[in-house]
């Protein structure tokens, strides 16, 4: 697929309304305005990739609202180098902005399908992440500890193995509440297990599912 002149002016609009939002990091809306979000769309569709509005990529679930990749990803506050997990990986495109901040990217999914899709996508486009199927709920304890961890599908409640898989002065972005709404919580482990919370505006996600997520 090409990125036109066309695509680009429609991106330089998107990142103009996220700006407008609320969100400050340039690292971040330079990302947004970089990556060709149509590409994740097929051709009919192209008009709605640069909409500030969540999109369904199959097996029932969607690509995440610009301005809220935007938000999820100013309060990771990605250092190049950063190991970074995300529980959710869908489409591959909060992976690309965290590729972009210069993250190295552990994503795990838990629906076959969109695993399958986006790990052979990526690499087309010429980014590289690792890809894991699994449930996300219990993290990815393999390739623990993390430096950031984030999770795009609203959870119940904070899953403790997250937690656990974060480095002292780590955190966790994770939208937190019932099936209608959720919280974005940014928690990050201090030392001793100490845990600092904070409380940002009400987001509605996909849910987290798995063993410590909401039951199928
Ligand atoms: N980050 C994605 C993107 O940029 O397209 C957003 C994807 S969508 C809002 C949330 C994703 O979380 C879905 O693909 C869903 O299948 C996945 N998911 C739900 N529960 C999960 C779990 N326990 N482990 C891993 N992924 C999960």
């Not at 610009?66 to 529980?87: C, H, R, S, W």
């Not at 899953?159 to 974005?184: E, F, R, S």
């Amino acid at each position: 697929m090409e990125d036109s002149y066309r695509h680009k002016g429609m991106r330089r609009q998107l990142v103009k309304v996220v700006r407008s939002k609320g969100i400050k990091d340039e690292r971040v809306l330079d990302a947004i305005g970089k990556i060709p979000r149509h590409f994740f769309f097929e051709n009919a569709l192209v008009e709605h990739a640069y909409q500030d509005k969540a999109f369904p990529i199959g097996a029932g679930q969607t690509i995440s609202q610009p301005y809220t990749v935007a938000f999820q990803t100013e309060l990771l506050n990605v250092k190049p180098g950063d190991k970074v997990l995300e529980i959710g990986t869908g489409s591959g495109y909060q992976s690309i902005v965290l590729l972009e901040l210069g993250a190295e990217v552990y994503t795990i999914e838990y629906q076959k399908e969109l695993y399958e899709r986006t790990r052979f996508a990526l690499p087309e486009m010429g980014y590289k992440a690792n890809f894991f199927f699994g449930d996300g709920s219990l993290g990815l304890p393999r390739f623990a500890p993390y430096d950031k961890i984030i999770v795009t599908a609203g959870a119940p409640t904070v899953p403790d193995a997250l937690i656990d898989q974060l480095k002292v002065n780590g955190c966790l972005v994770i939208p937190v509440g019932n099936a209608k709404t959720q919280q974005m919580l940014r928690l990050t482990r201090l030392e001793g297990n100490k845990l600092r919370k904070e409380v940002f505006h009400d987001f509605k996600f996909v849910p987290l599912l798995g063993d410590d997520g909401w039951k199928k």
